[in-house]
């Protein structure tokens, strides 16, 4: 286990050797025959090679912020701000909608009501038991077992979000529909929030639910790494009080990992919020707004997925080009945040493939 | 504090601990179970849908019963192709940078962060980039610009490839040890020369499962390829043409009302989830075995 992360010095990730930890420092010898070698030129062209490549990352992201503006320019200039807010009644049937292509009329407020809706709804589902799981493998789990159960929910990382929502289409929604909804409606009907009127079983909840299953591993695989890097002195201090094992968890380890912790589940929140497949597939592409958690909506990027391809004139095109601005925003302040928190706790502890 | 009070209070931790941990293993088999009911409904119908035809055949039209997804396949494997050959080179690069040349330098951590941060951005994000960027612009001289083709899918594959392969390759670099750098120097081999034969090759192992990891990770990628790639029924050689997808045809067939293509969906599915599996298994294996330890 590592026990060194937590000294100011930020050491080098993989530093089991203790050559490898005094790394950043280049030695004096090897310094010198760099800078004495027969072939500085070849040096000197491979190191910018390499920079380049380096630098594409930059470049990667500067492209697509540039044509994401450039694209929805149309869009911007004509709404502004009130894009994502704005509603129009029809003067003949006075019906309220937000998002009629045909009639050229956008706005992006169900949209990003059913991503916040379907984010938030997975993230309550995904939280508690993704921080059990990493309790459970990290402190109580047998030893035999840590590994396989580890590598289990490393590969719910790795399904394909097309097989999640193929998965959600044909096996989660008809339970949702046939065996929870109901049950939903009777308990808590009476909210509001889970009205029975409708007999699809797409909606908020069922791309809540299948998204809380596709960030699960992702929070859990990030919370046990944060709570690893707990140094093993805190735990045996609150156990030599006389801790139970629970407050041991508590006070020892959960209390040092918050950061992290909370770094992971923004980070969730992040994929939540991008995810596009298996909530096109479940969540009923309609763009209304309704308080039912059971009733079709849309998302900014099922919405992008689904009208992109066929999308009918300019406008239209732009105004989807916009929401896909808004979402690379948000992903990118979301996941600034996440990593930064995460970066905070594992600084110096080797990083894991994810 | 008296001591009465005091062996009520530890029978409530006590009993607090105990359901701790029951909730924790609740948790963990809440968890695993859609893993395992995923699995098994996959292995359960796409086997039964897997056949010869599946690999040899390109689907039938609605209506008729049979066909595969050869094209869709061999899809899969061109854009897969193209999207290595953009991704790999550029995320070594990155990464010989990050842990050669960069080591500690503010430059190198701005790029790591970015890199960590691009990981995040969802993919339909980078398949929009795409779009505007080779399927809008009809640019002189570049005849693959200007239409939905294989190469713009490709390219948005390669894209999202960059920031894994440049991670997880750094990753592996970091360990290898500085003595057998300096024992290549101090031989007077050339700097570039002692850091693709010795640090890279050292690492090799580990490069290649991160490499492979990335390549699972987009080969299930369907958001960015709707409006790039497209997606096309025959077979496609070219890679200026439109072309097929195995994730695309699973996202296409599924939303079918046809039993027929819900059953070529299933199978379409097992085959991306093995191979996923076994590089994402394989990644495991060599990162635990490999001459390079990882500390996980």
């Known amino acids: ?354 | 504090m008296s001591n009465g009070g005091s062996n009520f209070q530890s029978q409530v931790r006590s009993v607090t601990d105990h359901m701790v941990t029951a909730l924790a293993i609740l948790a963990t088999i809440i968890v695993v179970a859609p893993l395992i009911a995923i699995f098994g409904y996959l292995v359960f119908k796409g086997a039964s849908s897997l056949n010869l035809d599946f690999f040899t055949k390109i689907p039938k039209p609605v209506g008729e019963t049979g066909g595969g997804m050869a094209n869709a396949i061999l899809g899969s494997a061109i854009l897969l192709g193209i999207a290595s050959v953009i991704g790999i080179p550029i995320g070594i690069g990155g990464a010989i940078y990050l842990a050669e040349f960069g080591r500690g330098s503010k430059l190198a951590n701005s790029i790591r962060f970015t890199a960590d941060v691009l990981n995040g951005v969802p993919s339909i994000v980078m398949g929009l980039a795409a779009y505007s960027l080779i399927v809008v612009p009809k640019i002189p001289f570049l005849p693959f610009t200007g239409h939905f083709s294989a190469i713009s899918g490709g390219v948005a594959l390669g894209f999202m490839m960059i920031p894994t392969v440049c991670r997880t390759s750094e990753e592996m670099l970091l360990m290898v040890p500085n003595s057998i750098r300096e024992a290549a120097l101090g031989l007077g081999v050339p700097n570039w020369r002692s850091v693709l034969s010795i640090s890279v090759k050292t690492a090799s192992p580990g490069i290649i499962t991160g490499c492979m990891l990335a390549f699972a990770r987009v080969a299930g990628e369907t958001a960015p390829l709707i409006f790039t790639a497209l997606g096309n029924q025959f077979w496609s050689f070219s890679l200026n043409q439109p072309i097929a997808a195995l994730p695309l045809q699973i996202y296409v067939y599924a939303l079918s009302p046809y039993d027929d293509w819900h059953r070529l969906a299933w199978g379409g599915s097992l085959v991306l989830i093995i191979l996923i599996v076994v590089s994402v298994s394989l990644v495991r294996f060599v990162t635990s075995r490999g001459v390079l330890k990882g500390n996980s």
Not at chain 1, 97 to 104: A, G, I, L, Y
Request: charged share 10%.
């Open chain 1, 1 to 354: 286990m590592s026990q060194v992360h937590l000294q100011p010095e930020p050491s080098e990730p993989g530093g089991q050797q203790p050559t490898v930890t005094t790394a950043p420092v280049v030695s004096a010898e090897r310094r010198f025959l760099l800078s004495r070698g027969n072939s500085v030129n070849a040096d000197r062209f491979f190191s910018w090679l390499m920079l380049l490549c380096g630098l594409s990352i930059f470049v990667i992201v500067g492209l697509i912020a540039f044509e994401l503006v450039v694209r929805s320019e149309l869009s911007w200039h004509k709404f502004g701000l009130s894009f994502f807010y704005r509603s129009f009644t029809d003067p003949y049937t006075h019906v309220t909608t937000f998002w009629d292509p045909v009639n050229q009329f956008f706005g992006a407020r169900p949209f990003v009501y059913g991503t916040i809706v379907s984010s938030l709804l997975a993230l309550i589902i995904a939280v508690p038991l993704a921080i059990g799981v990493a309790v459970f493998l990290t402190e109580m789990c047998p030893r035999v077992l840590r590994s396989p159960l580890a590598f289990l929910t490393e590969l719910l990382a790795a399904i394909p979000s097309v097989i999640y929502g193929l998965w959600a289409v044909f096996v989660l929604v008809p339970i949702l529909r046939e065996q929870i909804n109901p049950f939903l409606i009777r308990m808590l009907g009476w909210t509001g929030f889970f009205a029975d009127d409708n007999p699809t079983g797409l909606g908020y909840m069922s791309a809540g639910v299948i998204l809380a299953i596709m960030i699960l591993p992702i929070i859990s695989s990030l919370t046990r790494e944060v709570m690893t890097a707990v140094p093993h002195s805190q735990r045996e201090a609150v156990l030599a009080l006389g801790a139970t094992r629970w407050e041991m968890i508590r006070m020892g380890v959960l209390r040092n990992a918050r950061i992290g912790i909370v770094g992971s589940i923004i980070l969730g929140l992040g994929r939540a919020l991008g995810e596009t497949m298996a909530v096109a597939m479940v969540i009923g592409a309609t763009p209304e707004i309704h308080r039912s958690l059971l009733a079709n909506g849309s998302s900014m990027a099922t919405v992008i997925a689904n009208e992109y391809a066929e999308a009918v004139g300019d406008m239209h095109l732009s105004a989807l080009t916009e929401i896909g601005l808004a979402l690379f925003i948000v992903t990118i302040i979301v996941n600034f945040f996440a990593q930064l928190l995460i970066w905070a706790v594992t600084r110096g502890t080797p990083a894991q493939a994810r």
